[in-house]
T-cell receptor
Framework: QKEVEQNSGPLSVPEGAIASLNCTYSDRVSQSFFWYRQYSGKSPELIMSIYSNGDKEDGRFTAQLNKASQYVSLLIRDSQPSDSATYLCAVREAGTALIFGKGTTLSVSS | EAQVTQNPRYLITVTGKKLTVTCSQNMNHEYMSWYRQDPGLGLRQIYYSMNVEVTDKGDVPEGYKVSRKEKRNFPLILESPSPNQTSLYFC??????????????FGPGTRLLVL
């Protein structure tokens, strides 16, 4: 059974701090990695994708991938109260299946 | 406006009464999927479809059926709903291609309660 593991949280950070969200996956042949943000009662929205080892930056968000360690993370710099949401890690294995983690709840206090 | 629509958005039903949740997309996407989301279990894929008349099981297909007779529609059918199918359901679509998942659109969700 292929798995994607995340700490459920809640992860609490003060406004302006860096939030670090982590994800590990079990399938070594996974090809694509995604971070989704989901506000309560809403549908998930894609915020970052990463395909190769290293860092990928987009505004305040940085995704980091280490395939040897089967580890992907999301850093949110200068966290804002509007970043408070559940963050879902998703991993695409060969084929079309997309496997989601259970999500980490982030709370940013002002 | 590019969108995925689901109907109904909310549904309360009783055990054993067949129901269909519709999903429609206006983006001419090849891939469509159904997910269910439950507290503590995350988002799990039920079925997916790579194109018309091509469907395959996801992680939790038991108790569900799908069909893909037209490219834009991908209905989810519960032939005999049971209380353990109470959940929040999302339909999603994406175009074919290497980076198709980067443009996966989710519908607004259907909240189902089976009594």
């Amino acid at each position: 059974q292929k798995e994607v593991e995340q700490n459920s949280g809640p992860l609490s950070v003060p406004e302006g701090a860096i939030a670090s969200l982590n994800c590990t996956y079990s399938d070594r042949v996974s090809q694509s990695f995604f971070w989704y943000r989901q506000y309560s009662g809403k549908s998930p929205e894609l915020i970052m994708s990463i395909y190769s080892n290293g860092d990928k930056e987009d505004g305040r968000f940085t995704a980091q991938l280490n395939k040897a360690s089967q580890y992907v993370s999301l850093l949110i710099r200068d966290s804002q109260p509007s970043d408070s949401a559940t963050y879902l890690c998703a991993v695409r294995e060969a084929g079309t299946a997309l496997i989601f983690g259970k999500g980490t709840t982030l709370s940013v206090s002002s | 406006e590019a969108q995925v629509t689901q109907n109904p958005r909310y549904l309360i039903t009783v055990t054993g009464k067949k129901l269909t949740v519709t999903c429609s997309q206006n983006m001419n996407h090849e891939y469509m999927s159904w997910y269910r989301q439950d507290p503590g279990l995350g988002l799990r894929q039920i079925y997916y479809s790579m194109n018309v008349e091509v469907t395959d099981k996801g992680d939790v297909p038991e108790g569900y059926k799908v069909s893909r007779k037209e490219k834009r529609n991908f209905p989810l059918i519960l032939e005999s709903p049971s209380p353990n199918q109470t959940s929040l359901y999302f339909c999603a679509s994406s175009p074919q291609g290497l980076r198709s998942w980067e443009t996966q659109y989710f519908g607004p969700g259907t909240r189902l309660l089976v009594l």
